[in-house]
């Protein structure tokens, strides 16, 4: 083809013959609506209802709705909601054209238009991918933050709700006043107890708005928790040109992924609960063990490799993992992780380890140190704060793989690497990093202590434990001085 078709419903017979694309009724009802629709879900969850829809289980089309950007939706609905998946293992590359997406609401255009869409009786099931800042909670104590102008925006209309939980709460009290039953709420973000904490934060929101509404939602509304895990990097301008170079298509919803994918749901539901575990994802009672080794060991371990491999000048996690010094250090910190971690009825933590290995190195998927680092102050208490402190109340020494890799979010927080170059700290709390190390004046020990000083991600106990205090200075001192990559030699040097 001498130029080249942009992806869409009337271009699917078009496309090669070994290309995966839906066979499906795509005009059937939408059963979810997804809160957050950026390339993570395109790559995991999509592709479940994918696979679901596929097998003959109607009924659940997805409507997407982005919360802040148009960026999606523009890139979707002209496409009439089909993006492609392309799964890279090394040299090889499969692409998979999803049909699971009806289209793509946003709302900061239309509130009231996705408040209609959770509305909707056909609609059984909300998924969110939010990022942990978008459930509005304060990291260390997991409360609502009632003091967030959005949240107090949403408490005094909610009428235009700018929360998720906002949303939920406009969309629950709608389906109530109109005799409709509940949908089920489904997070799928990197929280712990995630649909605890929704559900925490949707009845808090609630209690301010109609107490009678919270207690409906109490009692009838379920929020499950899940594990999601799969790799998928951000995808780049150069990767849609490079697609469109190689297949002639132009796709500006693509996502690149890994092969590797799971999805654990509690079993818990409020209305229709799609089938999913004829597709491959597991239904449990339980999820919050394979939520805490999952959050301790792949994506405490990602953070690592940000913070330090981005400080030594690695781009992507392949680059770092390859460096001298850095996969012994990751071996250490899923050592201590590992000892926190209770058994788990079907999950073998070594063999989990070792397909890490495999993930991490796969180069093929040039995953970001960058995109990882994003908003850690989010991140830190589930991924190595509460690991540290499980470690030191049990009376055990301070965990030096877990000291280092947090001494390394300190030293991003200057915003530039062990060679002087720049970068951005992508972070709802920038701010306040920024201000905490300029306040103490070039000082290493003030800076930690400062640091340390945010209660909103340390809480009381870190600045109170003087050993852990002692040994995170020592560990940011040595950074700052010599360099990511030296400590991360430093450190494996003393192991040995």
């Not at 509005?136 to 709700?161: E, F, K, Q």
């Not at 995953?367 to 994003?374: E, G, L, V, Y």
């Amino acid at each position: 083809m001498n130029h080249a078709t942009r992806l869409s419903s009337a271009a699917l017979a078009d496309l090669p013959a070994d290309w995966a694309r839906p066979a499906y009724d795509r005009d059937q009802p939408c059963g979810v609506v997804h809160l957050g629709i950026g390339a993570f879900h395109r790559a995991h969850q999509a592709v479940f209802f994918d696979a679901l829809l596929a097998a003959g289980h109607c009924g659940w089309m997805i409507r997407g709705a982005s919360l802040r950007s148009p960026a999606v939706a523009q890139a979707m609905n002209p496409q009439d909601g089909l993006f492609t998946v392309l799964v890279r293992d090394g040299a090889e590359e499969r692409p998979q054209v999803a049909g699971s997406v009806r289209d793509v609401l946003v709302a900061p255009d239309d509130p009231q238009a996705l408040v209609r869409a959770l509305a909707d009786p056909a609609v059984a099931l909300v998924t969110l991918t939010v990022t942990e800042k978008g459930y509005c909670l304060d990291p260390a104590t997991g409360a609502l933050r009632a003091d967030d102008p959005a949240v107090a925006a949403d408490i005094a209309n909610l009428a235009s709700p700018q929360t998720a939980p906002g949303f939920l709460v406009a969309g629950l009290a709608a389906r109530r006043m109109a005799g409709v039953a509940p949908f089920t709420v489904l997070s799928c973000d990197n929280l712990p107890e995630n649909g605890q904490r929704t559900r925490a934060a949707v009845l808090a929101l609630a209690e301010a708005v109609d107490p009678a509404l919270a207690a409906w939602i109490a009692r009838e509304v379920a929020f499950p928790s899940s594990m999601v895990d799969r790799i998928v990097p951000a995808t780049t301008p150069d990767d849609l040109d490079n697609f469109e170079s190689a297949t002639g298509w132009r796709d500006e919803a693509l996502v690149k992924t890994e092969p590797f994918s799971q999805w654990v749901v509690e079993d818990w539901f409020c209305n229709r609960r799609p089938p999913l575990d004829e597709v491959g994802a597991q239904f449990t009672r339980d999820v919050a063990g394979w939520e805490k080794a999952k959050l301790r060991l792949l994506n405490g371990a990602h953070s690592a490799i940000a913070y330090l491999g981005g400080l030594a000048g690695y781009a992507h996690v392949h680059q770092a993992m390859a460096a001298p010094g850095f996969a012994a250090l990751i071996e250490a910190l899923w050592d201590e992780a590992g000892a926190t971690l209770a058994p788990v009825d079907g999950f073998d933590p070594a063999a989990y380890r070792a397909q890490l290995r495999t993930r991490f190195a796969n180069g093929a998927l040039m995953h970001r140190t960058n995109q990882i680092a994003m908003d850690g102050s989010q991140k830190l208490p589930q991924r190595w704060l509460q690991t540290i402190l499980e470690i030191r109340r049990a009376g055990r020494a301070v965990p030096p793989a877990l000291t280092l890799a947090l001494a390394g979010w300190m030293r991003w927080q200057a915003g530039v690497n062990d060679a002087g170059a720049r970068h951005s700290v992508d972070d709802p709390l920038a701010a306040e990093t920024a201000c905490a190390l300029a306040n103490a004046a070039g000082d290493p020990a003030a800076e930690v202590r400062a640091l340390l000083a945010n209660n909103a991600i340390f809480g009381s106990a870190f600045p109170a434990d003087a050993d852990f205090v002692a040994q995170l200075t020592r560990s940011y001192v040595f950074i700052r001085q010599e360099g990511a990559a030296a400590a991360v030699q430093a450190f494996v040097d003393a192991r040995d």
